[in-house]
């Protein structure tokens, strides 16, 4: 049983930065990646980014491509957010992709745990 739980989430002005964390029961060697996905109230949940375990790729968001940015420190999954915006307001989960299967990253079927969320705030 993979866990997963986030932490970092607040209320920031437009322009700050925010850096989420999430301490997860299994290191990227042992999974095929990890990511970042968010839920805005109202609206679909959403990818962000994630790291794959093959040559630490990582993949971006068209929307945060440039802010944001997906590492990994041992076992925890840090994503650090620059110049935040409104726009970026929701529920940052993080996920595990443990089995293989031919969904792209940016597919949330794609991840088989999830963290509970953390909330990030965006004030205009």
């Known amino acids: 049983q993979v866990q997963l739980a986030e932490s970092g989430g607040g209320l920031v002005q437009a322009g700050e930065s925010l850096r989420l964390s999430c301490s997860t029961s299994?290191?990227?060697?042992?999974?095929?990646?990890l990511g970042w996905f968010r839920q805005a109230p109202g609206k679909e949940r959403e990818f962000v980014a994630a790291i794959r375990r093959s040559g630490g790729a990582t993949y971006y968001a068209d929307s945060v491509s440039g802010r944001f940015t997906i590492s990994m420190d041992k076992n925890t999954l840090l994503l650090q957010m620059a110049s935040l915006k409104p726009g970026d307001t929701a529920i940052y989960y993080c996920?595990?992709?443990?089995?293989?299967?031919?969904?792209?990253?940016?597919?949330?079927?794609?991840?088989?745990?999830w963290g509970p969320g953390t909330q990030v705030t965006v004030s205009s």
């Open positions: 299994v290191a990227l060697k042992n999974s095929y990646g």
């Open positions: 996920n595990a992709d443990i089995a293989y299967d031919d969904y792209p990253v940016t597919d949330s079927r794609k991840y088989e745990y």
